[in-house]
T-cell receptor, first 114, second 108 residues
């Protein structure tokens, strides 16, 4: 059972470039989300989805887009990368959409924007 | 400003010593989760506490939820190098909010 799979593991972008971070889960979880992790800031929610075709913004959504065409996949798109988006990005899923459900995290994508 | 404040930020101890990590807030939570994160990996859930005053044990780890459901602590007895990692608490009210974490290093 692979759980939550994120690709790529590392990425370097130049300012203004775009890219998509991939996330897939094989646990048939309804809820999926994207976080960024920065030193001293904890994990901050970017976007989330409670099911296929439904997405919503978290606390730091600017500069990012998401879509949820299938239950399994939840890609995160950076439209025009900025140095402030240098971070480690985590995708997470849970069986239910309620806030008490434990999250299953992928192993992260470390993004550097120069 | 973090909704959840974790202390200390860093903790380095010798193998065999005990340690306590704190997670504090002025908000009330319906539940509180503790995760451990190792370098290059994502956080992994350790425990969820739900009831005020609840104590849960996981081998040498003891988790307590405050009576008012605003704070929590994690106590590790006789720490081992394998306990090294970033410990994160996350409180659930209308959303799930994470603390910034405590980096624990256990020296052999």
């Amino acid at each position: 059972n692979a759980g939550v799979t994120q690709t790529p593991k590392f990425q370097v972008l130049k300012t203004g470039q775009s890219m998509t971070l991939q996330c897939a889960q094989d646990m048939n979880h309804e809820y999926m989300s994207w976080y960024r992790q920065d030193p001293g800031m904890g994990l901050r929610l970017i976007h989330y989805s409670v099911g296929a075709g439904i997405t919503d913004q978290g606390e730091v959504p600017n500069g990012y887009n998401v879509s949820r065409s299938t239950t399994e996949d939840f890609p995160l798109r950076l439209l025009s990368a900025a140095p402030s988006q240098t971070s480690v990005y985590f995708c997470a899923s849970s069986r239910k959409g309620d806030r008490n459900s434990p999250l299953h995290f992928g192993n992260g994508t470390r993004l550097t924007v120069t | 400003t973090q909704l959840l404040e974790q202390s200390p930020q860093f903790l380095s101890i010798q193998e065999g010593e005990n340690l306590t990590v704190y997670c504090n807030s002025s908000s009330v939570f319906s539940s509180l989760q503790w995760y451990r994160q190792e370098p290059g990996e994502g956080p992994v859930l350790l425990v969820t506490v739900v009831t005020g005053g609840e104590v849960k044990k996981l081998k040498r780890l003891t988790f307590q939820f405050g009576d008012a459901r605003k704070d929590s602590s994690l106590h590790i007895t006789a720490a081992q190098p394998g306990d090294t990692g970033l410990y994160l608490c996350a409180g659930a009210n209308y959303k799930l909010s994470f603390g910034a974490g405590t980096t624990v290093t256990v020296r052999a």
